[in-house]
């Protein structure tokens, strides 16, 4: 007998203001402590299904279900701990500094009592930890909006983390970080999935690592999802050529095993 996913996502559409075309129907589902990668080339809507998942946008056609409940009919405080979203970039209008971005991301778990003393140990001591995990400690008294894309989107993830949501949204994580911060934030990613804490889906671009990470790929064209499978099924799949309009080599990796492209 199988357990009913976390997420669930049932003939879902959207057409985008402006703009031909449109978004489905899409429909699938992701299991508990899977990580979920959506690939494909750009504009075929990833960052969309995901703003769709967060509530941020709301379909036109479809529902979309966190724990057999509809996403969009949630209220905004409780969606906030059951979902957390690390978007490609944040803009704010607000002088926050790194550390009141990452407080930020803990006050959805929080009543009004404990907001009154937010600042105080040991939940000082916990936003700290997980700044220093992410590296970014050192950062935590600069304006957010002067840091590079790398320390922001370092920034973003603490906040995220934070939060203890157990699903967790990433629009192309890794834009801006170099490969050695890259690798760590992954494998941070990884390893609470691994645990079980966390449900993740994932738009990325990168096709030579993610089948590294992810455990199930969704690859959306056009606005349709055209495959899905597991890294091995999706990667070899010579479909993939076809729409990346492109010749992509399949091979392992030579520690883990776990499929990855090179582009001959």
């Known amino acids: 007998?199988?357990?009913e996913p976390m997420l669930a996502l049932e003939n879902v559409c959207y057409a985008w203001p402006g703009r031909r075309g449109r978004l489905g129907p899409v429909s699938g589902s992701v299991p508990k402590a899977q990580w979920v990668g959506l690939i494909g080339p750009n504009g075929a809507g990833k960052s969309t299904l995901l703003r769709l998942i967060a509530a941020f946008w709301k379909a036109d056609q479809g529902r979309i279900l966190l724990d057999g409940e509809d996403v969009a009919r949630m209220p905004a405080a409780m969606r906030a701990r059951r979902l957390a979203f690390v978007p490609?970039?944040?803009?704010t209008s607000f002088d926050l500094t790194a550390r009141e971005v990452v407080e930020?991301?803990?006050l959805s778990q929080l009543c009004w009592r404990d907001r009154i003393g937010f600042?105080?140990?040991?939940?000082?001591?916990?936003?700290e930890a997980m700044m220093r995990k992410t590296e970014v400690l050192d950062l935590a008294d600069r304006?957010?909006?002067?840091?590079?894309?790398?320390?922001?989107?370092?920034t973003l993830l603490a906040a995220a983390l934070i939060q203890e949501a157990p699903l967790l949204l990433l629009d192309e994580p890794t834009a801006h970080l170099d490969p050695g911060h890259a690798m760590?934030?992954?494998d941070m990613v990884r390893s609470q999935v691994d645990s079980?804490?966390?449900t993740v889906v994932m738009a990325y671009h990168d096709l030579t690592t993610v089948g590294l990470y992810?455990?199930?790929l969704w690859v959306v064209s056009e606005g349709q999802l055209v495959l899905t499978g597991t890294p091995n099924q999706v990667l070899a799949n010579p479909l993939l050529r076809k729409i990346y309009d492109i010749d992509l080599v399949t091979l392992a990796h030579p520690r883990t095993h776990r499929p990855m492209l090179i582009f001959p």
Do not use: C, V, Y
């Not at 304006?143 to 370092?154: C, H, I, N």
């Open 143 to 154: 304006a957010f909006a002067t840091l590079s894309g790398g320390e922001a989107k370092r």
């Open 104 to 106: 930020l991301g803990r």
């Open 88 to 91: 490609q970039a944040l803009e």
């Open 184 to 186: 760590k934030f992954l």
């Open 1 to 3: 007998m199988t357990s």
């Open 119 to 127: 600042r105080q140990a040991p939940l000082k001591e916990r936003i």
């Open 196 to 198: 079980g804490e966390l």
């Open 214 to 216: 992810a455990d199930i």
